[in-house]
DNA sequence: CTTCATGTAACTTACGATGTTACAAGACTC
DNA sequence: GAGTCTTGTAACATCGTAAGTTACATGAAG
């Protein structure tokens, strides 16, 4: 597919598809070939690569909306609360990461076909 | 205090003080004061608020810097990732908002002087 | 009645995420 | 080789939200 052509999917627009799957593409997950007939595919085994793998390949973005902001702040309350609050930020954190390394690329397409094969029946039965 | 003083302790502005205060003195847990030798004041047992009840106080702000964004998408590729995440945030979530109920503002007052103190000490040893 | 404080609405500023434009470079077709 | 299609990327524009600011009404103390 071309970046045109997900953007339309994705309701965006096709640089910012193109600046998002450049970290895909440097992580393997995808190659993308220039000039006609050009664009993006897959390019590994969906079924080896995990969510994970692909927060980590778009540059591990916080995950928390709060969180420790200084490391090391002037502020002796800040320290305080810091002190009180840093490892349930950082056991918040690992949890969600380690449910997104359970989920396989495999698996959401495995559930996303399944899904839409639901909703086809669904529109025969009831046209 | 006055706004202004605590607004010259967290490098910011009284009325940005006033507007974060209101949440905690609907909650009861300050008070605050018109007029001269007006200002704020602590309005509850500090060993009887935990950090979860100021999180409420404060309007219980998102914690999580992605998560979900629309309940139902359109989107069924979406759907499908809400589908494999929904319980992990919700977990994660959980997780620290339980960890904000364990402590309580008497335990971090506690922990600041115990800090202070010492940092006192280390200034007299080495002067 | 003057001074000092909060309460709040309205406006401004700052910033990051997203969107857009522009153009170079590579790849295919004819 | 000319023309066209596509990505890659830099530079700029827009938007939305959080924070800061101004302004003024209200109430309390001296």
Redesign the pocket.
């Known amino acids: 597919?071309?970046?045109?052509e997900?953007a339309g999917c994705m309701?965006?627009?096709?640089?910012?598809v193109?600046?998002t799957?450049?970290g895909l593409?440097e992580a393997g997950f995808v190659r993308?070939?220039?000039?006609?007939?050009?664009?993006?595919e897959i390019a590994c085994d969906l079924s080896a690569v995990t969510l994970k793998d692909v927060y980590d390949a778009l540059g591990a973005?916080?995950l928390m909306a709060m969180g420790i902001h200084l490391e090391s702040p002037a502020c002796l309350v800040e320290q305080t609360v810091n002190r009180s609050l840093t490892t349930a930020f950082a056991e918040a954190e690992a949890l969600l990461i380690d449910r997104l390394r359970t989920v396989s690329l495999a698996q959401l397409a495995d559930d996303f076909r399944a899904h839409v094969a639901a909703h086809k029946r669904n529109l025969e039965r009831k046209p």
């Open positions: 597919m071309t970046s045109e997900l309701m965006t627009n096709p640089v910012v193109r600046r799957m450049a593409r993308s070939a220039k000039g006609h007939g050009g664009g993006w973005p916080q």
